[in-house]
């Protein structure tokens, strides 16, 4: 019987009833729960406890059209609930069915022009929030139509930071999908990602953090990665990563080296790419980065990010390899003048004798990109066909020396793995008595109940 039971109560009438008075009365109720959840920790529980409905009541509000009005408040009231209580509260939104209804609101709220702003930033905080619980989020919002307006937005506020921030959290949430990935590409955001990491600044490196998570997403997509390498966006990520080693020297912005190591990774994922790294210099530029990063332990993940690059990059050869790449040199007793391995022995230092035949069938799987529906990361299918699963097939198969019949001449010797040898009796719970063996010599004892 509190206050906020008493307004949920009232505002579940009010959407029920259509009477003439209905907008005034929405608009207080808003403003009074608006007013005791930002005032009271008690209300505050309250309306977040596992019993209570406050979440299902507020977005049973928000579907209502005519109640549009009353919306900013509401979405204030989610807001603070969210981002006050954490994960647990965004999963019941979610499984409230919260996801649909903000895109919803996000997707009217667009029409307007120009777009409350506030409004804005509060939609996409809460979707950002929401997104990590929501697998489907995806989906949803090339469903609804939303996937341009955050991008939309972002391009006309990249001056506007306090918009900027939530907008970019939002797009990387729906570069996960890769169909989204493709979509988003084909209208500019790898270009857009680019305009926001570069040229090297140390202010708000947010901002930045987010864009670079936002372009490795968008770059796994082997199309925005052949837009990337097309634009020489390889040679621009590189220079990226030179200039922030070169100016953190206190290492307080490894999370944005290892954004930049992350690109590079995604982009180099087909032929093209490696390519590029290699014309751009890449290897060399790495290698020594790494080389100064081994001092610090703090820095390991950029080591390993930047090993992971090199031995995918590095030029294939067969063996035996004659040249300085290889560190042993195998000798053959014969090797025939004409033969194929006179020519590899010909062949320059620096020529990849092994053809990189990965990306031939980039035209089909470009088309399938764009027609499968893929929400998980691409990297969780990739299996070792060399690991057995089956567990039945890994268990060793005990096979006898002997057959059975062979084996029960033995029954004698070992009489305690044939014979039952109990002695409890199992239906009244109690010890079975003692029989004396009529064989036995002597007298027997029988002990007294104090000397037991």
């Known amino acids: 019987n509190s206050r906020a039971t008493c307004l949920l109560a009232q505002l579940e009438k009010i959407n029920v009833d259509s009477a003439s008075g209905e907008s005034d009365s929405a608009r207080y109720v808003t403003a009074k729960i608006l007013h005791l959840v930002q005032s009271q920790e008690k209300t505050k529980k309250e309306m977040t406890s596992k019993g209570s409905t406050g979440i299902e009541v507020i977005l049973s509000t928000l579907e209502v059209k005519s109640f549009h009005f009353c919306g900013y408040g509401f979405i204030k009231v989610l807001h603070f609930i969210i981002m006050e209580c954490g994960g647990r509260r965004a999963s019941v939104l979610v499984t409230k069915g919260g996801t649909q209804i903000l895109l919803q609101l996000l997707l009217t709220a ?6 409350n702003e506030e409004l804005m930033v509060l939609l996409h905080t809460l979707l950002a929030k929401i997104g990590p619980k929501d697998k489907k989020i995806g989906v949803k919002a090339r469903i609804n139509g939303v996937l ?5 937005l972002v391009k006309h506020n990249l001056q506007n930071h306090r918009l900027a921030l939530p907008c970019l959290q939002v797009l990387r949430v729906y570069s996960t999908n890769s169909v989204n990935a493709v979509s988003l590409g084909k209208n500019g955001v790898v270009e857009l990602m680019f305009k926001i990491i570069g040229p090297f600044s140390k202010r708000n490196t947010s901002l930045m953090k987010v864009a670079l998570d936002t372009l490795a997403a968008l770059l796994k997509s082997k199309t925005n990665a ?3 390498v097309d634009r020489g966006y390889v040679q621009v990520l590189l220079t990226i990563y030179v200039d922030w080693h070169r100016h953190d020297s206190r290492h307080r912005y490894m999370l944005i080296r290892k954004g930049v190591l992350q690109c590079i990774k995604s982009v180099t994922n087909i032929k093209l790419g490696r390519k590029a790294f290699i014309d751009a210099n890449g290897m060399k530029i790495l290698y020594n980065t790494s080389q100064e990063c081994l001092a ?3 820095l390991d993940p950029l080591v390993n990010t930047s090993s992971l690059i090199m031995r995918k990059c590095f030029p294939k050869n067969r063996l035996p390899l004659p040249t300085i790449k290889s560190a042993f040199h195998f000798q053959l007793p014969v090797i025939p003048a004409g033969g194929p391995v006179a020519q590899l022995y010909n062949l320059p230092p620096d020529v990849d004798d092994v053809v990189d035949e990965s990306d031939d069938n980039d035209d089909a799987e470009t088309e399938s990109e764009i027609e499968t529906e893929i929400d998980d990361d691409k990297d969780q299918h990739f299996k070792n066909d060399d690991i057995e699963t089956d567990i039945s097939k890994l268990k ?7 057959p059975i019949e062979e084996l029960k001449m033995y029954e004698q010797f070992f009489p305690e793995l044939s014979e039952n040898f109990q002695e409890w009796n199992l239906v009244s719970k109690e010890p079975k008595p003692f029989v004396p063996d009529a064989n036995l010599s002597g007298p027997i004892v029988v002990p007294t109940a104090s000397e037991e």
């Not at 667009?110 to 777009?115: C, G, I, L, Q």
């Not at 341009?148 to 939309?152: F, R, V, Y």
């Not at 060793?396 to 002997?402: D, K």
């Open 396 to 402: 060793p198969r005990q096979e006898l020396g002997r």
């Open 148 to 152: 341009n307006i955050s991008l939309n």
């Open 110 to 115: 667009s029409k307007d022009s120009p777009p």
């Open 296 to 298: 610090v332990r703090t």
């Open 226 to 228: 052949r837009r990337a």
